[in-house]
């Protein structure tokens, strides 16, 4: 890492992305929204703060895992916190995020891409990236038929594998 890298990376992992002042702050809803216990709400948000340093520092695209997305999109919503406090404040640039366009070249391409990210986080940070957070590229992928329910009104029963 670079003298200046070093620096943006100490300024993202010290950004405050909860309002203090909040009774229900943004990782309150972040693991809420996902299930999460507190604790794994607050891994995913540094792993999500690990990927925006990659992106910030990297040539190439990247593509995080469904957990570090799940932060970003929920960040997204938190407009001042993402536009103004973190891009213009920190980053100094804006990073957009972009559906896929879908298809079988779509889903190659994404593939390579998680894969090349999971290899730079090694590379760029010298540990292996958590596998509960950045899981194989075949969960990564193979498990994203994903729908929003109100689990208030709804019981949610995992289906049980057939051999």
Same mark, same amino acid.
């Given at each position: 890492?670079?003298?200046?890298?070093?620096?943006?990376?100490? /300024?993202?992992?010290? %950004?405050?992305?909860?309002?203090?002042? #909040? #009774?229900?702050? %943004?990782?309150?809803?972040?693991?809420?929204?996902?299930?999460?216990?507190?604790?794994?709400?607050?891994?995913?948000?540094?792993?999500?703060?690990? %990927?925006?340093?990659?992106?910030?520092?990297?040539?190439?695209?990247?593509?995080?895992?469904?957990?570090?997305?799940?932060?970003?999109?929920?960040?997204?919503?938190?407009?001042? #916190?993402?536009?103004?406090?973190?891009?213009?404040?920190?980053?100094?640039?804006?990073?957009?995020?972009?559906?896929?366009?879908?298809?079988?070249?779509?889903?190659?391409?994404?593939?390579?891409?998680?894969?090349?990210?999971?290899?730079?986080?090694?590379?760029? %940070?010298?540990?292996? +990236? +958590? /596998?509960?957070?950045?899981?194989?590229?075949?969960?990564?992928?193979?498990?994203?038929?994903?729908?929003?329910?109100?689990?208030?009104?709804?019981?949610?029963?995992?289906?049980?594998?057939?051999?």
């Amino acid at each position: 890492m670079t003298p200046a890298q070093a620096l943006l990376w100490k /300024e993202i992992k010290g %950004f405050e992305i909860d309002d203090l002042d #909040s #009774s229900f702050t %943004f990782t309150d809803r972040l693991a809420r929204e996902n299930g999460w216990t507190i604790e794994y709400a607050l891994r995913a948000i540094l792993e999500y703060k690990k %990927f925006i340093f990659m992106i910030c520092i990297s040539r190439q695209s990247l593509t995080p895992s469904d957990e570090v997305d799940q932060v970003w999109h929920l960040h997204l919503l938190y407009t001042v #916190s993402y536009w103004i406090e973190m891009c213009r404040d920190i980053l100094k640039k804006d990073i957009h995020h972009g559906p896929t366009k879908g298809g079988q070249n779509e889903k190659d391409k994404y593939r390579d891409l998680y894969q090349d990210t999971k290899d730079f986080y090694q590379l760029l %940070f010298k540990e292996e +990236p +958590p /596998e509960d957070i950045w899981p194989s590229s075949e969960i990564r992928f193979g498990q994203i038929r994903f729908t929003r329910i109100n689990r208030h009104r709804n019981w949610v029963v995992p289906k049980f594998k057939l051999n």
